[in-house]
């Protein structure tokens, strides 16, 4: 693509997207609402095109789509949010007791197995610190909207994302095929077909994460938390969601979920069987991971490698905050599409074959 542009238009070029990344980082602050509306449009618009196939006008198809969007984000924040908080709550309640059994229990038959001395640890300060500490969680959720209400300009700027999320969205789902076909004739003619050809590999790199990856962290933290609930782990819930959630990373979220599950159930129970239990739930887990719901709802033509997303989500992280959190994966998505087309170029170029 680069070869059909002089090097005034290369400089060009590197001009503009020097100056987009600037932008990025002036504006990360205000720019996460839009990222947010533009991703939920993007995984929509498939949808609201289905419906148009179907003889349902692009309006109407938008305001089901996003309605059924806005109920599933509904049910998220008034069933999720407080399950998660009774779990965290749980889990800092039994905090002392599974300290003390870790101390006068675990490690004892621990240093048996293995021929040392039982080492002591010092355990009253922390103990101290989650018991004087543990009342006031129930209240978090309170005492955010307090530390918030304290500020009028953080208050006023929360009220704005909750209110900018669903209106972007909303119009962004109504107007995506007529952006698209505008910077589709912004093109220049020269390059229309090569911008295609990358244009839709992209899009069905990041169609295929996006949209196939989410639905199996869903599918992986149900299995999870359901296999937990069956094993009796009071933390189920919790260390099943957390499980699927850093599933994107093929591989994390399996060895995240059976080191803390393997821990919790050790507290808990105190036995090996438990233990054996929760390797079963995970295996489990494992097994449907690569055998169904990856083949079947991502694919394999996506070609990000494990370290890839760990890097790339760090890297975005670090230069742009949560907005480059959000953009890491598309970006490294993107740059992955244009490495194979010069890695192609290269193959088919005089210095590889003369």
């Known amino acids: 693509m680069l070869s059909k542009l002089n090097d005034s238009q290369k400089w060009f070029l590197l001009a503009i997207l020097t100056f987009s990344g600037w932008l990025v980082y002036l504006l990360a602050p205000v720019l996460t609402p839009f990222l947010i509306s533009a991703l939920l449009a993007y995984l929509g618009d498939p949808l609201v095109d289905r419906l148009e196939e179907h003889k349902i006008s692009r309006t109407l198809g938008v305001?089901?789509?996003?309605?059924v969007m806005s109920l599933v984000s509904l049910i998220f924040l008034l069933v999720m949010i407080p399950m998660l908080e009774k779990q965290i709550s749980v889990l800092i309640v039994k905090a002392p007791q599974a300290i003390d059994s870790l101390q006068d229990t675990i490690l004892p038959k621990i240093a048996q197995f293995a021929g040392f001395e039982t080492p002591t640890l010092d355990t009253s300060a922390f103990k101290r610190a989650i018991m004087g500490n543990w009342q006031s969680f129930g209240g978090a959720m309170g005492s955010i909207f307090e530390k918030l209400t304290s500020s009028g300009l953080k208050i006023i700027n929360w009220l704005a994302f909750l209110v900018l999320i669903p209106v972007v969205t909303f119009y962004l789902l109504r107007d995506w095929d007529i952006m698209i076909a505008k910077i589709h004739d912004l093109l220049p003619r020269r390059l229309e077909s090569t911008v295609n050809r990358l244009a839709k590999e992209c899009d069905e790199v990041l169609?295929?994460?996006?949209?196939?990856?989410?639905?199996?962290?869903?599918?992986?933290?149900?299995?999870?938390?359901?296999?937990?609930?069956?094993?009796?782990?009071?933390?189920?819930?919790?260390?099943?969601?957390?499980s699927g959630l850093v599933s994107f990373v093929p591989y994390l979220g399996f060895i995240v979920g059976i080191v803390i599950a393997s821990i919790a159930a050790l507290m808990q129970f105190q036995d090996g069987i438990h233990l054996v239990y929760v390797a079963i739930v995970f295996g489990i887990g494992q097994a449907l991971e690569g055998m169904v719901l990856s083949p079947l709802l991502v694919g394999d033509r996506i070609g990000l490698h494990p370290v890839?997303?760990?890097?790339?989500?760090?890297?975005?992280?670090?230069?742009?905050?949560?907005?480059g959190v959000l953009l890491a994966l598309p970006v490294a998505a993107i740059i992955v599409v244009i490495v194979r087309h010069w890695h192609e170029l290269y193959k088919e170029s005089d210095f590889y074959t003369p």
């Open 63 to 67: 305001v089901v789509v996003f309605f």
């Open 207 to 242: 169609a295929e994460f996006f949209r196939g990856q989410l639905s199996v962290m869903i599918a992986l933290a149900i299995i999870y938390t359901v296999g937990l609930m069956i094993v009796g782990l009071d933390l189920a819930f919790l260390i099943g969601m957390i």
């Open 308 to 323: 890839a997303v760990i890097f790339a989500v760090m890297a975005g992280g670090q230069l742009f905050g949560f907005v």
